[in-house]
């Protein structure tokens, strides 16, 4: 395949790992038991920098503008600002430079398809249907039996509209109702949208995440949505029917184009990461027609939704392989703040091999705060629910130490934490056999890799039931072959017939997620001995 990476120019983002930070979640500054800018900025030592730090290379922080709080940041009352509860914008300069001074870029989140209810542009839209705001967003009359005008779902349940009595029609909505969807038909909110782009990039953030892209246009003439099949269980078919018109529509390239413009007058070569919980193959198309012309990278939902199953995952990554583009470069996560957390998916026996998963593969890897500790989901026991769309319990905050509310705040912190006296940042950093370590090995056995940073990758043909994915990452003077088990028990591998003449007979181990199994041992391919959910690089 070799479609990549060798003589090609690589962009510091393609070897590159990015680490999410939940900031309500990563680190309490002032004791009121909510995460802030200033707890970032303080806890920067454990991303880059620093004797023993991950080795990330980017940061993207998920929202901290000022904002009601229906969907915890995701509903924006204003783009430009920071909201009090995580500090102000001298704080947010001061963690840009100091993470610049380490070397570690800053991605934020940018939230072009709604605003909150609050936003001043939603507020003056609604208080005529004169009022020159009123277009950014979208608006209908009732049906004729005075419901709403079509029968489009919201992503977190009910109808997607909302009845505004005053001036006698309802908004659109796909998220909660405090989400109003700006209108990306109209040319203002290009031009607001752009201004907010422009504001956080000269400000010298280096690229934004971006938020559900694909719900950024809909039909215009608001036709019906056709049922769910019945079982179907692809992205697109959820709340009962399948969201053809109001997602994923072809204009939404145009949406990441103007976003593209922007962000290339303000500073070129940002990075842009959209978000959009779509089939692979139509995933490609938002990488556009030529490195640059869109989004530079777009998560591989497909990916972070398989189980711990070899075969799963395999098809999964060679999807998107095949799905993208040729200059097109995979990005996956294994958790983030809207889904259960990988630990709890997959099991804790998994995380040493995902982990080695997620860094070896063709790809930019996104890391969520807590995963390079094994955090799992911690379901709050009060049976308090403060998400309504239920993801709390893959938010709780991060266990740094064996304290109390695991060093993250000295007050009541705002969701329950997780045991820190069994999982938490400090032990694992002092203790060379733990989780932390081994990602910290694995960032640096990455960046100092030409395969793995930039190299081609071909999956090898092992049997369906043998419980590994097994693949080759290859650069011009670099051979190395991984190999994940996701099978529970150990067993003995024929991994050179699986690699169909392509392998030599023999190989050297260059690192195992086992902690006591020393590298640099000989090993012979005809039969590899792997320990149940065993990682293993090895040297060709
Ligand atoms: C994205 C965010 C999610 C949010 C939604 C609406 O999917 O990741 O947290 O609720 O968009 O903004």
Known sequence: MGRHGDGKRVTWWQPGVLYQIYPRSFADSDGDGIGDLDGITAHLDHLRG??????????????????????????VSDYTGVDPVYGDLAGFDRLLAAAHE?????????????????????????????????????????APD???????????????????APTG??????????????????????????????????????????????????DPLLRENPPAAPGERRFDFFRGQHHLWNKDRPEVLDVVRSIRRS?????????????????????ARYLGDAPGDAFDLVFDFPFLASPWEAGALRHAVEEAEAAFPAFGWPCRALSNHD??????????????????????????????????????DVVPSSGVVLDRAGRDAARTPMQWRDAPAGGFTTGRPW???????????????????????????????????PALRAGSY??????????????????????????????????????????????PAKGRLRRSTEPDRAGGQALDLRRMELAGDEGVIVQL
């Open 263 to 283: 962000a290339e007058a303000a500073r070129p070569g940002s990075l842009l990461l959209g978000e959009s919980y779509i089939p692979v193959e139509r995933l």
């Open 50 to 75: 620093a004797p023993g730090s991950l080795g990330v290379d980017a940061i993207w922080i998920s929202p901290f503008f000022p904002s009601p709080g229906a969907d915890y940041g995701y509903d």
């Open 146 to 164: 005075g419901g709403p005008p079509n029968g489009w779902t919201s992503c977190f349940g009910g109808p997607a509209w909302e009845w505004d």
């Open 458 to 503: 071909r999956g090898l043909e092992t049997a369906a039931d043998s419980g590994v994915f097994a693949y080759l990452r290859q650069s011009a003077d670099e051979r190395l072959l991984v190999a994940i088990s996701t099978s529970g028990t150990a067993g003995s591998h024929d991994l050179y017939a699986a690699g169909r003449g392509r392998l």
């Open 169 to 218: 029609q309802y908004y659109l909505h796909s998220f909660y109702p405090e989400q109003p969807d700006l209108d990306w038909r109209d040319p203002g909110v290009h031009e607001r949208i752009g201004q907010v782009v422009r504001f956080w990039l000269e400000r010298g953030v280096d690229g934004f995440r971006v938020d559900a892209i694909d719900r950024s246009i809909k």
């Open 339 to 376: 889904n259960p957390r990988h630990a709890t998916r997959f099991g804790r026996r998994s995380l040493r091999a995902a982990a080695m998963l997620s860094l070896t593969l063709r790809g930019t890897p996104v890391l969520y705060m807590g995963e390079e500790i094994g955090m799992a």
């Open 415 to 449: 969701l329950p934490v997780g045991d820190a006296s069994q999982v938490n940042v400090e032990d694992q950093a002092s203790d060379p056999g733990s989780l932390l370590a081994l990602y910290r090995q694995l960032i640096a056995d990455r960046a100092a890799s």
């Open 102 to 142: 380490r070397g570690l870029c800053v991605l934020l989140d940018l939230i072009p398809g709604h605003t909150s209810v609050e936003h001043p542009w939603f507020r003056a839209a609604r208080s005529s249907r004169s009022d020159p705001h009123r277009s950014l967003y979208i608006w209908a009359d009732p």
